[in-house]
């Protein structure tokens, strides 16, 4: 579905002009693969909040967290796996270094709960600061979108705080399968998640830096419009960027968000006087941009597993 809404908005633009927009851009749109170490960065110094408590040996570096959050990033955004592969192979490749899978797995699981409500507050920026741009009269509507939309993410956290809700589930499981072990492993989760949560300094602090983390992407399509010869003011970009995210999360079985980041641009981009060309190019330079900082990302990962698998076969 995602690759026919993408092949129609593609057939319905010029194609010619899409072309044209980012050959004025040249070779400085690729200032933007350094510049996304910003968003890394942010990211990872927000899960070593979390991780710090379990990681009393040190044996987790910085640097390490980083290249993980760079696959983790990789792997959610080109390969099939509904957003979810990434946080996956992070508690794997975190027990390369000595963390507890329950652990491990408890810091995924808040950061999952602390993107989403930074999704959130980010759409809910853009949404503001788009009725500021068009003049809307429709607050109470904005107000209404803005509780439903925190109403999961913050229903979530609470029953993970507060309730048994990943035991629950483990014991349902035990029912249907059989196995006592995933009974044990879902309890001892939901322990290390209720404790990741009590930490409530880190908690916010976490989710602030994520926050800051997408917020950093709507130079990416300031950037690429002014590349592209149509400068837009630093709302409008924001505007852009941030009711994209909310649409790629809330479509996130979609791989790569593949034809809703386009879909999402081009309909922002009509209404702040943007063309369709214009608003493709920034999506088709925001895709150039993940293919190359997200495929080094995935090769020196295989690599990594490849090292691993010839030192236990020597073994």
Same mark, same amino acid.
């Given at each position: ?36 170490? $910003?968003?890394? &960065? ?6 070593? $909040? ?6 009393? /040996? ?29 946080? %996956?192979?992070?508690?794997?490749? *975190? ?19 602390? !993107? ?7 759409? %809910?920026?853009?949404?503001? *600061? &788009? ?13 209404? !979108? ?33 196995? /006592? ?16 949560? /009590? /930490?409530? #300094? ?11 983390? &997408? ?37 996130? &079985?979609? #791989? ?60």
């Amino acid at each position: 579905m995602g690759l026919v809404v993408l092949i129609w908005l593609v057939m319905r633009a010029d194609l010619a002009g899409m072309l044209h927009a980012i050959g004025l851009a040249g070779w400085s749109v690729f200032w933007l693969i350094p510049y996304r170490l $910003l968003f890394f &960065l942010l990211y990872a110094v927000a899960w070593d $909040l979390l991780l710090r408590p379990y990681d009393v /040996r040190k044996r987790l570096t910085f640097s390490y967290l980083l290249w993980v959050a760079t696959v983790r990033e990789a792997i959610d955004r080109l390969l099939p796996v509904a957003s979810v592969g990434g946080g %996956v192979v992070g508690v794997r490749l *975190l027990g390369w270094r000595g963390i507890r899978t329950s652990a491990a797995a408890a810091t995924v699981i808040v950061e999952v709960l602390l !993107t989403l409500i930074a999704v959130w507050a980010f759409a %809910v920026i853009s949404l503001l *600061l &788009l009725a500021s741009i068009k003049l809307t009269t429709h607050v109470p509507d904005l107000i209404l !979108t803005a509780i439903i939309g925190l109403a999961l993410p913050v229903s979530l956290t609470l029953m993970l705080r507060y309730g048994s809700l990943l035991k629950r589930l483990g014991g349902v499981l035990r029912r249907w399968v059989g196995l /006592r072990s995933l009974a044990e492993g879902a309890a001892s989760l939901n322990t290390e998640v209720r404790a990741s949560l /009590r /930490r409530v #300094p880190r908690v916010v602090l976490s989710g602030a830096l994520q926050l800051a983390a &997408l917020l950093s992407g709507a130079f990416e399509v300031w950037f690429a419009l002014r590349l592209f010869g149509h400068p837009v003011g630093f709302r409008a970009a924001t505007v852009m960027e941030g009711l994209t995210q909310a649409a790629r999360h809330i479509a996130f &079985l979609i #791989p790569g968000g593949l034809g809703v980041q386009e879909f999402t641009l081009v309909a922002l981009g009509n209404a702040l006087g943007i063309s369709a060309e214009l608003a493709l190019g920034v999506s088709l330079v925001k895709r150039l941009r993940e293919i190359l900082c997200g495929v080094p990302a995935l090769l020196s990962w295989q690599w990594s597993e490849g090292l691993r698998l010839r030192k236990s076969a020597a073994s």
